[in-house]
């Protein structure tokens, strides 16, 4: 049977040498084996193609994986729908074939008494049929299960061509700091970085002393309007002095 382990391996024990936690892995991976005691070949197989397929749909994530997948189930389905019963297999089904196989009537002409065959036994008859009518040969098990080396190759193209945008993004990520620590460091951005600092304190004081004119003139005290209204005069005739008359 596929799931018999006893006469393959023996249980690891602490006499092998083994480290205590590979120790523990081994033998959890002999009793999960010997847990499959007496599987047949072909339960064996439908159990791997149903674990594969439920694998496949935990980790498919692009749109070309899930429709893979899919393709891989409903192929799946169909062997499994055209599966013959467990009546057909049963060794009631097979025990009349079995008897009628067990002698075989001489050749017209020949001698001699009848010959006795040696039959298989109804478990590897029925496992055979079973095989057949599902086919489970190397060949049919190949075609069912090339929709998996598809996946396969298409992951790996996504996964390649996910690798090669992320060096993209990153690239171009490391050209955009460069650029702009090139031209934060330029004479242009200290210039309009000075100018924006002189016209933000300019901004600010004229506000604050628009706040102060009104407070003062409130209390009927004019000598800062005074001074503000001189410096602006003096201001306009220097202005009127630099620029060209029209």
Avoid: C
Wanted: charged content about 35%; cysteine-free.
């Amino acid at each position: 049977m596929e799931g018999d382990v006893d006469g393959v391996m023996e249980r690891p024990t602490s006499a092998s040498g083994i480290p205590p936690d590979e120790l523990q892995r081994e033998k959890d991976k002999w009793d999960a084996w010997n847990l499959q005691k007496g599987l047949t070949r072909t339960e064996a197989k439908r159990r791997y193609i149903e674990a594969l397929i439920e694998t496949m749909h935990k980790y498919a994530t692009t749109p070309d994986a899930k429709e893979l997948v899919a393709e891989l189930e409903f192929v799946w389905n169909q062997i499994k729908n055209n599966s013959p019963s467990s009546t057909e297999s049963s060794p009631k089904g097979t025990g009349s074939t079995g008897e009628a196989r067990r002698f075989l009537q001489p050749l017209s002409g020949s001698e001699g008494p009848m010959k006795i065959l040696s039959p298989m036994s109804e478990d590897d008859a029925a496992e055979r049929e079973s095989d057949r009518r599902l086919g489970y040969n190397e060949g049919v098990e190949e075609d069912a299960l090339a929709p998996s080396t598809s996946w396969n190759r298409s992951v790996e193209r996504a996964l390649e061509k996910l690798s090669a945008e992320v060096a993209a993004l990153r690239e171009q990520i490391a050209t955009g700091r460069e650029w702009k620590s090139k031209k934060s460091r330029s004479f242009m951005a200290w210039i309009r970085w000075l100018t924006w600092i002189f016209m933000k304190h300019l901004a600010i004081d004229t506000v604050l002393l628009a706040l102060v004119l009104l407070w003062m003139r409130k209390r009927k005290d004019r000598r800062l309007e005074d001074i503000v209204r001189a410096g602006l005069k003096l201001t306009r005739e220097y202005v009127r002095n630099v620029l060209p008359p029209r």
